[in-house]
């Protein structure tokens, strides 16, 4: 699936079995074909206490790789930025309120028009699908970790279903656990 994904498909595995049987061990051993091909693995974990907290684990996973970008030679950082602010325009602001680490590569940014309901969720799907595809190249495919599925929050599997069904992301494999 890591081939397929690194090659330009976007792909979703789910892995299940009884607790501490191993499965985190198992996604883990993709770290090397990973590394052979550039690519980037980040993971979250949901928690039943922060079952309130929509996209918690996504958030953890992607704040993580923001912060590991931030740390990136200044020629790479400003090429991500300006990748970020052309693909994202005006809904980095959105991509903020749930991933301040963002600003450590776009810099401070102006607040995002209100929006409210569906309208604001859509706005906020859309940029968080144009993260994913801007983060996820043939360079450096992305590997999301998703772990404690039985924990996951409505809103945060309504994303997960966006970023799989995506069709503008390439380079993508998402595993759940």
Known sequence: CFA???????????????SGI???ALVHEVHRPLASRQGQFVEGKFDQFRRA???????????????QRAGDSEDVRADLALR???TLRSHLSAIATVLPEIVLLSG?????????????QER?????????ATLATASHPLVMFLDDLQWIDAA???LIDDLVRG????????VGA
């Open 4 to 18: 397929r994904a690194a090659d330009g498909g976007r792909e979703l595995v789910l892995v299940t079995g009884y």
């Open 22 to 24: 191993g499965k985190t």
């Open 53 to 67: 907290t929509p996209y918690s684990a996504v958030r953890e996973a992607l704040g993580a790789l923001l912060l």
């Open 84 to 86: 970020l602010s052309d």
């Open 108 to 120: 401070p940014l102006s607040p995002a028009p209100e929006l409210f309901g569906d309208e604001a």
């Open 124 to 132: 906020f799907r859309r940029a968080m699908r144009q993260l994913v």
């Open 156 to 158: 945060s599997l309504s």
């Open 167 to 174: 069709s503008d992301i390439h380079h993508f494999l998402l």
